[in-house]
């Protein structure tokens, strides 16, 4: 649909002026329509990275947000992730397929030579080499802009890219230039900010990624607000707050065109061993599968 389409929506229905049951009824109208994309691990509960996944696993996961999106972001191309692409295409989607990189040197030869493979299979639609390995600080931008042309290398015609905070890829203009499209997190809520302004400074988080890659399509690969947990300073999670951000979110970059990967498919109960409890409620769809915020 056009971006006047959506526009026109999205001044019909703006979501501080909606009460939950209408914010309801447009996250159903969103996701019948089909969201752009979700960030997808395929984990249950009690599992997390170090786990082996099967295929009928990935296909359980799968089938229950199939129907409401058209791409599917994954983080890795071990422990059974790298069977994703191909299942994703069975339900006829596309997938940005994640390289796990860090400081295990062993292990990156894995993430990126099986990432290879799903590319050279046709599975991979986009490549993203890395994910915030520069915000953590386990690697050189000399050493990250190697596995990017490596990608390059062994997957010709797959757009190569890599995933990290808007900010550092003003801070690291070398990988910048080295990718061919720039995924970029844009997250309000870690950098503390009310939700009532939340929309404003995504837009912002995008133009300052935007600046810094003209020419380049510039993809938002990660932004989500959590349902439950403790605050980050001035950004609360609730439920109110979050399904307004959805909401909003996707109605901003329809709108603009603009390709969005929210984080996340599932509540996920592993990441709270990184993030404190706000880590398991980023999911539009609860740890079981179940809808949270569609009626």
């Known amino acids: 649909m056009s971006g006047n389409y959506y526009r026109n929506r999205a001044n019909l229905l703006e979501a501080g002026k909606l009460s939950i049951k209408e914010l309801q009824a447009e996250v159903s109208t969103l996701l019948a329509d089909k969201i752009h994309g979700l960030s997808f691990s395929p984990y249950i509960s009690g599992q997390g990275p170090g ?9 359980q996961r799968l089938q229950l947000m199939a129907p409401y999106v058209k791409w599917v972001r994954t983080f890795s191309c071990t422990e ?4 994703i692409p191909k299942i994703a295409a069975e339900y006829g989607l596309k997938t940005l397929v994640g390289v796990w ?3 295990d040197l062993e292990n990156n030869e894995k993430e990126l030579a099986n990432a290879i493979k799903v590319a050279q299979a046709g599975h991979a639609d986009l490549l993203a080499v890395g994910n915030e390995v520069l915000l953590r600080e386990e690697m050189s931008q000399e050493q990250l802009i190697d596995y990017i042309h490596r990608a ?6 797959v ?3 890599y995933v990290d905070a808007y900010f550092l890829f003003e801070d690291n203009q070398k990988v910048t230039d080295a990718c061919d499209v720039i995924f970029a997190n ?5 950098e503390g900010y009310p939700a009532e302004h939340a929309l404003v400074h995504m837009k912002d988080m995008y133009r300052r990624a935007q600046k810094v890659a003209p020419g380049k399509k510039v993809i938002i690969s990660e932004t989500g607000w959590p ?13 109110e707050n979050a399904i307004r951000y959805f909401v909003d979110s996707y109605h901003w970059t329809q709108e603009e065109g603009i390709e969005l990967f929210y984080f996340s498919s599932f509540d996920e109960d592993w990441k709270v061993a990184d993030e404190g409890d706000v880590g398991a409620y980023w999911g539009i769809l609860d740890k079981d599968g179940n809808h949270k915020y569609a009626r």
Request: some cysteine; charged content about 20%; aromatic content about 10%.
């Open 152 to 157: 390059k290398q062994g997957a010709p015609g």
């Open 80 to 83: 059974g992730n790298e069977l």
């Open 227 to 239: 349902d439950q947990g403790s605050s980050e300073r001035a950004a609360v999670p609730s439920y």
């Open 186 to 190: 844009c997250y309000p809520f870690w």
């Open 51 to 59: 786990t082996q996944i099967t295929e009928a696993q990935i296909h």
């Open 159 to 161: 757009p190569v890219g």
């Open 101 to 103: 990189l860090e400081d």
